[in-house]
């Protein structure tokens, strides 16, 4: 059985850092591409960044340089560095393989940024 778990989420105030890790088990995580995703209240979830395998990152354009996702294949852990936070980053954040399978959703960890 497939469980992402992810952790780190919390309250901060705008300008503030946050670092958000997730878990995986049930899965060849090594051979996995990964990715972060978020849900802002009354919108669609949507990617922020993804990981290959080999460590080769990709990020939305507006987030690019405030967010750095790295991964531990050692630990089964993806993480995604968030820096200089904006109330407009406000959401419910997921990690999945990239690209996602809907079976592997978890609950996500929330980030509240406040301005």
């Known amino acids: 059985q497939v469980q992402l778990v992810e952790s780190g989420g919390g309250l901060v105030q705008a300008g503030g850092s946050l670092r958000l890790s997730c878990a995986a088990s049930?899965?060849?995580?090594?051979?996995?591409?990964m990715g972060w995703y978020r849900q802002a209240p009354g919108k669609q979830r949507d990617l922020v960044a993804s990981?290959?395998?080999?460590?080769?990152?990709r990020y939305a354009d507006s987030r690019m340089g405030r967010f750095t996702l790295s991964r531990d294949n050692a630990k089964n852990t993806v993480y995604l560095q968030m820096n200089s936070l904006k109330p407009e980053d406000t959401a419910v954040y997921y990690c999945?393989?990239?690209?996602?399978?809907?079976?592997?959703w978890g609950q996500g960890t929330q980030v509240t940024v406040s301005s």
């Open positions: 999945n393989t990239f690209p996602p399978y809907d079976n592997y």
């Open positions: 049930g899965i060849i995580f090594s051979s996995q591409d």
């Open positions: 990981i290959t395998r080999r460590g080769t990152t």
